[in-house]
């Protein structure tokens, strides 16, 4: 597969934004929990993006807010991956009623407020999650117990439309001659899954990864900004978009504590979905 | 037709009882107490509220006393806003939130399924690639985030409109706007694919040779067919105002039925949350089961074989 000119530049964008987030707060001079007495302060040449209520660094903040943002949408959208691929994969090859009875469950979650669901589960096994860690070899991750159940639970909101899209790949699949054969020669369900169907939905499945991937990003922003998502001392943008809009008032607005994580957010949403749109149109047309 | 729909309300029962008796247990399992104070509580005080709320006992019987009461129609009280049923509080709040999806759900169709025509009716050229990065940059901009900056912008910077509130006019135009845009684009683009593909189809080439113009050909013919998978869309559409609605009500305190959802999870008002996931789930069904009957209607194909 050849990259097209504006595949190459978006990549190259991408890499730019990994590059922000991975090495962007060891070269800021502030620390991101570092308070200051420079409260509210606009942009200038010693913040360039300005400062928050407390006098932190607009910047250092965003970049450490890029570090959880982007690490919720690939373990999630990496969850949502798993999990539909296997899905769709037992569906599509057992066939007939477990299939059926398979795909019905999906189109009932289809028709259900899962975010809704995803937020009463978040916001109240928090807690319940960090009591069980704790004591446990894993403590040290229970002060991110939040974070967890965010990868879990975005990642099993996006599952469906990949289970639907991987099991109609394979109702067609293993139908073929190879598939076919390699049953008669005695493969196992298990060897001729991973082997042979496997590889031939591992394009669409990449494919589909540029999709999920910005729906868990807004998701996690989404669920942040009503601030039920991440929680202090971390912050992802939505988290930082939120602190902004809270200190909306009609006297003097802050104005660069709402534009700068707005934009921030919706440069990297697009971002994942012109690259998506490029792996789509070039996969078309791969496939003709 | 008649059956189609008895068989689909009848099939949605179980799974509407299942998410409410789920949804109940979890907010009962999770730590935290609804009627925690700033004081601790005196273990007898919080053992009488519970006995009043009916949240005594197991919560196997718990959970069969609120079933029971639900089936019967009574929601409960609120756990929080004391002195006020749950009926109550979504029968004042539910109609403020539908005003304004109905409102945003109207605008993503009306102007995102036009602009989708347009943009295929122009396939490969410059409006068309122009409309294409337009309806790009809508998705990629969620409510939550259009919310915050149209608030900066046109009511503090230009002074236009009310920055919140609910009861006028013009308190409706921005919390709508925000709700619809990042909608129109999802819809502008279903739409131009669907065309796309019907365009190409025969039924199209032969209208074209008898003589129908390029514009009849592309609303008047292709557009019905076109539609469909728009149609299918109804139902998430939907769901995604619903969720989107969450994020308005706050920024521009509408006092809508997702404030109430948002402050009852926190506060673990346990017949409130339930009672608001119930009318979610009932609406997204209503809705689904819309979107499934208008495909029937509008695809001979599908009619045929019901």
Request: glycine share 10%.
């Amino acid at each position: 597969m050849k990259l097209t000119r504006s595949a190459l530049i978006l990549l190259g964008l991408l890499g730019l934004l990994l590059l922000a987030a991975i090495l962007g707060p060891i070269w800021s001079p502030y620390d991101v929990g570092e308070l200051s007495d420079n409260h509210l302060l606009p942009p200038s040449s010693h913040h360039w993006l300005g400062t928050d209520l407390h006098g932190r660094d607009l910047l250092t903040r965003l970049m450490y807010g890029a570090r959880i943002s982007l690490l919720v949408g690939f373990v999630g959208a990496s969850i949502s991956l798993l999990v539909g691929v296997v899905y769709g994969l037992i569906a599509g090859y057992t066939g007939g009623r477990v299939d059926n009875l398979m795909m019905r469950f999906v189109d009932v979650l289809y028709a259900l407020p899962r975010i809704v669901l995803v937020i009463v589960l978040i916001s109240l096994f928090d807690l319940k999650l960090k009591a069980m860690l704790d004591g446990t070899l894993f403590a040290p991750f229970a002060t991110h117990a939040r974070l967890l159940l965010l990868f879990v639970g975005l990642g099993l909101v996006e599952w469906l439309t990949l289970a639907r899209i991987v099991r109609a790949q394979v109702l067609t699949i293993k139908e073929r001659p190879f598939v076919l054969s390699s049953r008669l020669i005695g493969q196992s369900t298990p060897v001729i899954l991973v082997r042979q169907i496997l590889p031939q939905v591992l394009p669409i499945v990449i494919t589909y990864l540029t999709l999920a991937l910005p729906a868990v990003i807004l998701e996690e922003s989404f669920l942040s900004f009503l601030g039920l998502g991440v929680q202090a001392p971390l912050a992802s943008w939505g988290t930082l978009l939120a602190d902004g809009a809270s200190m909306l008032n009609p006297v003097e607005t802050p104005w660069w504590l709402i534009v700068f994580p707005a934009a921030v957010l919706v440069g990297c949403l697009l971002l994942f979905n012109l690259l998506g749109d490029q792996l789509r149109r070039m996969g078309a047309d791969a496939g003709r | 037709m008649l059956s189609f729909v008895t068989r689909r309300l009848l099939s949605s029962i179980p799974v509407v009882l299942a998410v409410l008796a789920l949804c109940f247990l979890l907010v009962r399992i999770a730590p935290g107490s609804p009627f925690a104070t700033e004081r601790a509580l005196d273990p007898r005080t919080k053992a009488m509220l519970e006995e009043k709320f009916g949240l005594s006992g197991s919560l196997a019987e718990q959970l069969v006393r609120y079933g029971g009461n639900v089936l019967r129609g009574d929601l409960g009280d609120s756990l929080k806003f004391r002195g006020r049923t749950v009926a109550e509080i979504i029968g004042q709040s539910l109609p403020r939130s539908l005003l304004l999806g109905s409102i945003s759900f109207s605008l993503a169709l009306g102007l995102g399924v036009p602009l989708g025509a347009w943009a295929a009716a122009h396939y490969g050229r410059k409006t068309d690639s122009f409309l294409n990065s337009v309806a790009l940059l809508t998705l990629s901009t969620p409510t939550f985030v259009l919310a915050p900056v149209s608030v900066l912008v046109f009511a503090f910077g230009l002074k236009l409109l009310p920055p919140a509130g609910w009861g006028t006019l013009s308190q409706l135009v921005l919390p709508a706007i925000c709700l619809a845009i990042p909608f129109i684009g999802v819809c502008a683009r279903l739409t131009r694919g669907g065309l796309l593909e019907t365009l190409g189809s025969d039924f199209i080439r032969t209208a074209r040779a008898k003589g129908v113009t390029e514009t009849k050909l592309v609303y008047l013919h292709a557009l019905r067919p076109a539609v469909l998978p728009l149609v299918a869309y109804a139902g998430p559409l939907a769901a995604n105002i619903l969720t989107g609605s969450l994020v308005i009500e706050e920024v521009f305190a509408v006092p809508g039925i997702g404030q109430f959802f948002v402050n009852g999870v926190i506060n673990r008002d346990v017949f409130l949350v339930s009672g608001v996931v119930l009318v979610y789930c009932l609406l997204l069904l209503l809705f689904n089961l819309i979107a499934d009957w208008l495909t029937a209607l509008l695809d001979p194909r599908i009619r045929a074989a019901s």
